[in-house]
């Protein structure tokens, strides 16, 4: 019984960290209907980026969050204006295309700077340990819940009840309209990508004490994103975050009951399992 | 209040609009007329600018205007309320009418507008936390017209206002229209339904392949043989 406490526990943790990820992915789709293949890796970039302010300055990466949120914003920004904007008007499977040359440049160069081998960026907390009962949390794990949730609800609050939030949901809705309304669309589209992005760098940080780091690790990231978007419904950002945590949960689920590497297998079962009874996504229809 | 001078407008290798000169007076409610694809629409978004002008320049208020982002011309209050409505479906009625108040020059008065939007139409006050797109077709026109009033529209660009709409719902809209009017509210209408237009329009001009070929006052325009030839497309 403890043993499943424990995975419950754990699963929770880190897939409140998945569904932070998503909803980045999300924010970004819903906006410009662009599924970002390179998101990934623009995790790596922010562990990463943890990652030399460690070996430089010896900055522990909550602290190197104030460098690196600023810079992955200016970075997500500057992708979306000069990469990505000019293709988005061709096929969509142009922009499905740049992501994916944009994931292997961002892989290569974390390689070509950092090294092939597994890094660490340790923190102050890493060590840490909360229990409660017999189940026993990492600190990171919990701070990443804590922060995950609390950015998470920030995000719905700003979507719901404010006018950039309003604004960006009516680019979604009928990007036309809005620009009649004196909605700057272009700008919405670059400012969403840009916090999609941004929201990279945080999640980089939340995910980077007690991880090893690795150049290819992206693909692993983009792939949990796209399971919990496509699982959430796509634009149904409650339903994103939920699945978040329903990856998180099958993956320590198959950890802890199943061997290393069936274990592994288990959150792409579930997921199979998921969509074939409810294609719409969990929470119903993709809502704005 | 407005000229457009010579305006051209193109997609791709189609001409929409070519040679086009009007102009509207304030507080005119000036009919633009014509068959399908004749260019009415072109004519609003270039107005509006979603559409670049190729050729040509539009003034308002004796600005030149022909460059402007379609943010700026809706801070000037050049206004459309487009064609099929449009409303923001998954929004309440209320955040499509606080949406037409984003821009910078509508937003303070937002709350105000949005109060007079709702003595204009006493439906959409009732139906304030309803989804639009729950919204029958005649109560989605209100809510795009009244969307257009709170983004502050001095001239406000009906599109086919009536489309769809049953016929006393079509009565309602053109009396809200000419209310609008009388309370000193410039208006460019777009429309297919020649008689109704004709009757509340100031003047009319009509298009046919992206050419101005008629205008002048309801009774010119109704006399002018050349008015219906645009209309049958002979």
Redesign the interface.
Known sequence: MDELFQALAQGLLIGSTYGLLALGMGLIYSVSGIVNFSHGDFVSLGMYLCFALFSALALDPYVSLAVTLPAMLIIGAVVCRYLIAPVAEAHSLMVVQLTLGISLALQNLILMVFGGQPHRVPSVVEAKLVMIGNVVMRMPHVVAFVASLALATALFIVLRST?VG??I??VH??A?????????VGRVKIGTFAVGIGLLAIAGALLAPGTPIMPSMGLRYTVITLLALVLGGMTNFLGIMVAGVIIGVSEAMGMIYLSDTLGMILPYAVFVLIVLFRPEGILGQS?? | MLHIEGVDAVYGPVTALSGVNMRIGKGELVGLLGANNAGKSSVMNVL?G?VPAAKGRVLFEGEDITRL???R???LGI??V?EGR??????SVR?NL???G???S??PKRAQEIERVCELFPRLKERLAQPAGTLSGGEQQMLAIG?GLV?GARLLMLDEPSLGLSPLFVKYIFEIIDRLHKDGLTILLVEQNLNLTLRFANRCYVLERGEIVVEGTADQVRDDPRTRSAYLGL
Request: charged share 25%; net charge positive; no cysteine.
């Open positions: 006018d309003r604004a949901r009516a809705q009928n036309r309209a809005a620009a009649l309304m004196g909605i700057d809502r704005g | 509006s979603i982002p379609p943010k011309r809706v801070e206004v459309q487009p449009m409303v923001f479906p998954q929004m955040e606080l949406l037409g984003v821009n910078a509508a937003k969307r983004a």
